[in-house]
């Protein structure tokens, strides 16, 4: 299975190397091409899925033509065809400008959800999803980014058809930041850090309520009390644990 996932792996990076040459002829002939051409010949490339060479012909109206017809919807086109190239550098960096300079435009809720695609993206790790490898233990930024993205996009825009599944991303993201949360408390008590692991789980109790984390959460909130000599505030996690967990290990054997 693994063997077979670095093929794939090592076939995809040759395509993407492919896909991204494009000779000097081309570019030269891209650059002769009128505005409307070039931004068929784009729309054509995405509709195929070639958006390697879609982007060849958007970056060349953009610097070309940064006035044209179709600028602004040649942005929006060049933030998705970042997207699904999965080049989140590019993708972010053409996000801020469109925002920067399109404020109040109409799909500006499209935009604050792409921001948060692409850093949603960011945080994935192809080669670890394709050998089911848990990396919830790597640096949270651009995760804690999308979240607040996702959260920008409802807040101020409610009744965007993007909100619902913003919604749910944010879910998603919440699960991956307590668990990021949990991994480093448990890292604390393997070093004895007790104070410090039961101040990280009790974060993920205050700031990640309702996730699958918070019953962990819990049991190392009580043994790191318990370690602390902390009885008093170890009951109290227990009587918590009680009311939520009833059938919690820790319960029986305390």
């Known amino acids: 299975m693994h063997k077979f996932a670095k093929g794939a792996v090592l076939a995809l990076f040759s395509l993407a190397i492919t896909a991204c ?26 509709e195929l899925g070639n958006f390697s060479k879609a982007v060849r012909s958007l970056e060349a109206l ?14 929006l086109d060049l933030i998705y065809a970042y997207y699904k190239l999965d080049d989140p550098a590019s993708g972010i960096a053409n996000i801020d400008r469109f925002i920067r300079l399109n404020p109040t435009h109409k799909d500006i809720d499209y935009v604050y959800y792409m921001r948060g695609l692409v850093n949603m993206q960011s945080d994935s790790y192809m080669f670890h999803d394709m050998l089911d490898i848990d990396r919830t233990d790597r640096d949270p930024k651009v995760a804690q980014d999308a979240f607040k993205d996702f959260d920008r996009l ?6 965007s058809k993007y909100a619902y599944d913003a919604a749910q991303r944010m ?34 109790m205050e700031t990640y309520p309702g996730t699958p984390s918070t ?25 918590v644990m009680k009311a939520n967990y009833p059938g919690n290990k820790k319960l029986t054997d305390k």
Do not use: C
């Open 21 to 46: 040459s494009s000779s000097p002829d081309e570019e030269l002939k891209a650059n002769k091409r009128s505005p409307d051409v070039l931004y068929s010949q784009a729309r054509t490339s995405m």
């Open 62 to 75: 953009d610097s070309r033509y940064p006035f044209g017809p179709h600028k602004t919807q040649v942005q």
């Open 154 to 159: 409802i807040k101020s825009y409610p009744n």
């Open 171 to 204: 879910q998603f993201l919440k699960n991956r930041l307590a668990k990021y949360s949990i991994n480093v408390a448990e890292y604390y008590m393997k070093m004895n850090a007790w104070s410090a692991a039961a101040i990280r789980a009790q974060s993920v």
């Open 215 to 239: 019953e962990h959460a819990l049991e190392i909130m009580a043994d790191a009390y318990g370690e602390l000599g902390q009885e008093k505030l170890k009951e109290n996690t227990l009587t």
